[in-house]
């Protein structure tokens, strides 16, 4: 199974682009890189996904090195409704009939806070 | 596009009582699953559905939970009896993954129902 680490907290300010790091050392070749945010009392929500280089869309941008042993979420001038915890995930989500294992594993995810 | 519908979204028990959980996901998704969230956790998955089979449930304790999920639709998840460890939030989550292509697939979570059982 694939295993992430990633800080428990992090402060930033409004305004300040905020890097998330997460390591993944064991990732597999097919494994993709995943990363929702998840706002108290809500269900966890998409960000972005990525298998390796850079992965851009309008809320996010993915960096993943080419050993792909981790990965950084970078938000751009965060606002205080960025204050959420963002989780890291890392597997293949082929169905295990599909003869494979790595199903996604959910860590305790980087608790963010915005301040103004 | 309507999201994941879950019901209710607070129930609470005494220990020992029965407990059901419903959940409607995204009209035409393959993929449904429950995962229960105790506060300050991660998700951890219980049980994965593709269309109306069981895909993975190694981490239902089956001794007391149970999920089916009829005609490949809606989906219940059932805790007969509940212990005081079970109050936490049950998620459902939906994704439209049906193909054996490596992931990305999305999923899409319901609101959660928060569980306490006294």
């Known amino acids: 199974l694939a295993k992430t680490t990633q800080p428990i907290s992090m402060d930033s300010y409004e305004g300040q682009e905020v890097n998330i790091t997460c390591s993944h050392n064991?990732?597999?070749?097919?494994?993709?890189i995943t990363w929702y945010q998840q706002f108290p009392s809500q269900g966890p929500r998409f960000i972005i996904q990525g298998y390796k280089t850079k992965v851009t869309n309008e809320v996010a941008s993915l960096f993943i090195p080419a050993d792909r042993k981790s990965s950084t979420l970078s938000l751009p001038r965060v606002s205080l409704s960025d204050t959420a915890v963002y989780y890291c995930l890392v597997g293949d989500a082929r169905p295990r009939n599909a003869g494979n294992n790595r199903k996604l594993i959910w860590g305790l995810g980087t608790s963010l806070a915005v301040n103004p | 596009e309507a999201g994941v519908a879950q019901s209710p979204r607070y129930k609470i028990i005494e220990k020992r009582q029965s407990v059901a959980f419903w959940c409607n996901p995204i009209s035409g998704h393959a993929t449904l699953y429950w995962y229960q969230q105790i506060l300050g956790q991660g998700p951890k998955l219980l049980i994965q559905f593709q269309n109306n089979g069981v895909v993975d449930d190694s981490q239902l304790p089956k001794d007391r939970f149970s999920a089916e999920r009829l005609k490949g639709v809606d989906s219940t998840l059932k805790i007969q009896p509940a212990k005081l460890e079970d109050s936490a939030v049950y998620l459902c989550?939906?994704?439209?993954?049906?193909?054996?292509?490596?992931?990305?697939?999305?999923?899409?979570f319901g609101p959660g129902t928060r569980l306490t059982v006294l």
């Open positions: 064991n990732i597999a070749t097919n494994d993709y």
């Open positions: 989550a939906s994704s439209p993954h049906s193909s054996g292509r490596p992931s990305t697939d999305t999923q899409y």
